[in-house]
């Protein structure tokens, strides 16, 4: 069994800053690449940023120069910087993990934590 936890969730005022962090843990293989997801109310849930055990990454490009992804390999872990942010950012959070077995590979997903930035 997999567990994607995720935490650093809260509120704060537009431009302020967050950091938020995900660990998985459980009996698997590897982690091809971890990510964060995000959705806000009556919306889909969306892309953030991901990054491949590689350490390539890729962001939206409404968070683009205001966010940063990295990632801990060792502890299976993967963290989102936030800065500068906006009113608009506020949603819940999600994390993935793209998990690896020895004969197959799927995505796990956190239960989410709430960003609340206010005006």
């Known amino acids: 069994q997999v567990h994607v936890v995720e935490s650093g969730g809260g509120l704060v005022q537009a431009g302020g800053s967050l950091r938020l962090s995900c660990a998985a843990s459980?009996?698997?293989?590897?982690?091809?690449?971890m990510g964060w997801y995000r959705q806000a109310p009556g919306k889909q849930r969306g892309l953030v940023a991901t990054i491949t055990s590689g350490g390539i990454t890729n962001y939206a490009d409404s968070v683009k120069g205001r966010f940063t992804i990295s990632g801990d390999n060792a502890k299976n872990t993967v963290y989102l910087q936030m800065n500068s942010l906006k009113p608009e950012d506020t949603a819940v959070y999600y994390c993935?993990?793209?998990?690896?077995?020895?004969?197959?590979?799927?995505?796990?997903w956190g239960q989410g934590t709430q960003v609340t930035v206010s005006s």
């Open positions: 459980g009996r698997f293989f590897s982690i091809n690449g």
């Open positions: 993935n993990a793209q998990v690896v077995f020895l004969n197959s590979a799927l995505d796990y």
